[in-house]
């Protein structure tokens, strides 16, 4: 696995755990972390689905997550995670 993937990955993993515990702004932090370092990775549209939940649960805004659909759409059109993200369309 290439250096860039698997660090994706581990930071990813480190994110679930943020979430697990409800520590919202550290999932935050982490799932930036990954679009910011590794946009390329195979980890990054679920970083940006939950990068979208975390700044939901700390804000309660929805348009957080109208906000994911836009951005699934636009960066990664292609990937699995935008028929995840269909409710928050509208």
């Known amino acids: 696995m290439p250096k860039e993937e698997f660090t ?10 943020s979430v697990m515990k409800k520590k919202w702004a550290d999932a935050e932090k982490l799932y930036q972390e990954i679009l910011d370092k590794y946009p390329k990775t195979a980890v990054a ?3 940006v689905y939950w990068l979208g939940v975390a700044k939901y649960q700390t804000t309660h805004d ?29």
């Open 8 to 17: 994706a990955q581990l930071l990813m993993g480190l994110a679930r755990v």
């Open 45 to 47: 549209p679920a970083a």
């Open 62 to 90: 929805h348009h957080a997550l109208g906000n994911v659909v836009t951005e699934l759409k636009q960066r990664y059109p292609d990937s699995p995670w935008n028929q995840r993200a269909i409710p928050w369309a509208a």
